[in-house]
């Protein structure tokens, strides 16, 4: 579907459920569209309304989009799983966000749906010297390194330089745990091998699949 099509068709003040049943389509299908329009600039605005919905004022008339992207529309842009800003986020004036720096910021939120779309961005990844430096400077190398090791496992992504690879895996965390307290049961040899606790379970990544 066109975007400008799919935007005439849900015009005005939405939630996921109702472009849900609107278009006949799932729920996660709907928040894929919701990205879509985001991206496009169709999207004009997101409102909270009873119990925390979210709801979205979409127009045919396009939010000028000035400036580069900021932390969650490079994120939401670059991963099959989708992310919402809990907030009108701003964009960013003079350097764009790297591919490499966003996923770093991901892990230092430590939630799971940020880092679970996180993994994504590892496919998109040309720089892995910027990647271990900016990893290294916020005291996540090994956290990093595997989960770049877990986004192995569901995507193509590039193989990691070595050096770069024995860079992260000598680096010092600050907590073993990407998010606290959450532990593998299916992919204890990545935490062997990196002596940290991968947040994520085989089902978990079945949204790459999807």
Do not use: C
């Amino acid at each position: 579907m066109k975007i400008l099509n799919l935007a005439k068709k849900i015009e005005g003040l939405q939630t996921v459920s109702t472009i849900s049943k609107t278009l006949n389509i799932s729920e996660r299908t709907a928040i894929n569209y919701v990205s879509l329009l985001r991206g496009a600039g169709y999207l004009r605005e997101t409102i909270y309304g009873a119990k925390k919905i979210r709801m979205y004022k979409i127009s045919l008339l396009k939010r000028k989009m000035i400036g580069n992207p900021g932390f969650y529309e490079v994120l939401d842009k670059n991963s099959r799983v989708g992310v919402y800003s809990p907030y009108e986020e701003d964009r960013i004036y003079g350097k764009k966000l790297s591919i490499e720096e966003t996923i770093v910021r991901a892990v230092k939120t430590r939630k799971f749906r940020i880092i679970l779309s996180s993994l994504g961005l590892f496919s998109k990844v040309r720089d892995w010297k910027k990647l271990n430096y900016y990893a290294h400077k916020e005291g996540l190398g090994r956290n990093i390194g595997a989960l770049y090791d877990v986004a192995r496992k569901v995507i193509k992504v590039r193989k990691i330089d070595k050096r770069v690879k024995n860079s992260l895996l000598k680096s010092k965390v600050k907590s073993k745990f990407i998010i606290p307290l959450i532990k593998s049961k299916d992919l204890k040899d990545i935490e062997d091998e990196w002596n940290v606790y991968i947040p994520f379970n085989k089902s978990d990544l079945e949204v790459y699949k999807e």
